[in-house]
Nanobody, 124 residues
Framework: QLQLVESGGGLVQPGGSLRLSCAAS????????IGWFRQAPGKEREGVSC???????NYADSVKGRFTISRDNAKRMAYLQMNNLKPEDTATYYC??????????????????WGQGTQVTVSS
């Protein structure tokens, strides 16, 4: 059974950093794309960063230069390093996957498997 579990969220002050983790089970990450998405209250879910199995990446303009997606296929893990966090980054962050190794488009509608989410709050 394919499963994704996020961790690493929390409360952080503006300018701080967090590292989100996504643990995958029930499938081989080598053949799957991985993406990070977020949804703030009252807003639509948006793509943050996505990665193909081979390491091609895509970032939302709002996080370029601050966030970094990475993955360890052997460990079945994906990560989102978030630096210089801003209050507008506050949201529930979700990890998602799809069985397309070369895919890294970050439109949420094309991703079929989702984790339960982890809350990130940026506030002083």
């Amino acid at each position: 059974q394919l499963q994704l579990v996020e961790s690493g969220g929390g409360l952080v002050q503006p300018g701080g950093s967090l590292r989100l983790s996504c643990a995958a089970s029930g499938f081989t990450l080598d053949y799957y794309a991985i993406g990070w998405f977020r949804q703030a209250p009252g807003k639509e879910r948006e793509g943050v960063s996505c990665s193909s199995s081979g390491g091609n990446t895509n970032y939302a303009d709002s996080v370029k230069g601050r966030f970094t997606i990475s993955r360890d296929n052997a460990k079945r893990m994906a990560y989102l390093q978030m630096n210089n966090l801003k209050p507008e980054d506050t949201a529930t962050y979700y990890c998602a996957t799809r069985p397309s190794a070369d895919y890294y488009d970050c439109s949420p509608v094309h991703w079929g498997y989702w984790g339960q989410g982890t809350q990130v709050t940026v506030s002083s």
